[in-house]
Structure formats: structure tokens, C-alpha cells
């Protein structure tokens, strides 16, 4: 099995359940998981999710910017468990 389809049936939906209740506790955190070791590093198949701090202070934030370094705009969708969607989108960090 590949780790995109691994990660799509068992982890997205656990993240799912994660930033629901980081969002309800205002829990900042960043997740990162890398889906295809075929790549070289610098172009590596990564899905990343963050919540950080409104004002920018963390150490939460710089981890997120190691991961997408430079100004980047980044769509993201959420699975929730009940199968319904939601499109969160990153600002730009730069």
C-alpha cells in the first residue's frame, strides 16, 4: 500500500479529529508527514498541517517555515469524521 493511500484512510481522519480539538482548546501544533521517498528532499510529497499563534511568536511558526521555507500561499482540505470537507487556506509566510 502506498503512504498517500495510508495516509488517506487512517491518518487524515485522525487529523481530522486532532485539529478539531485544537481548534475548540486553541492548541497550536504543526504535523508534517512525508508520503513519497522518491523525491529528493527539496520537492518532497509532504502534507503539513498548522495551527499557530495569531501573533506569529512561536516556535510552532518557525518549525512551519523550516518545512515551506520562502512566501507561499498553501490550499488545504480537511476530511472531517463524518466525511464532509472543509478547505482551510494558509496565508502567506514569508
Avoid: W
Amino acid at each position: 500500500m502506498r503512504r498517500e493511500d495510508i495516509y488517506d484512510n487512517n491518518i487524515a481522519p485522525r487529523m481530522a479529529e486532532i485539529i478539531r480539538i485544537c481548534k475548540e482548546n486553541d492548541i497550536p501544533f504543526v504535523a508534517s508527514f512525508q508520503l513519497d521517498d522518491e523525491r529528493p528532499a527539496e520537492n518532497a510529497f509532504l502534507c503539513t498541517t498548522s495551527i499557530v499563534p495569531k501573533d506569529g511568536a512561536s516556535a510552532l511558526l518557525e518549525a512551519f517555515a523550516r518545512i515551506y521555507p520562502g512566501p507561499h500561499m498553501s490550499k488545504i482540505t480537511v476530511q472531517r469524521a463524518d466525511g464532509s470537507k472543509e478547505v482551510l487556506l494558509l496565508s502567506v509566510i514569508s
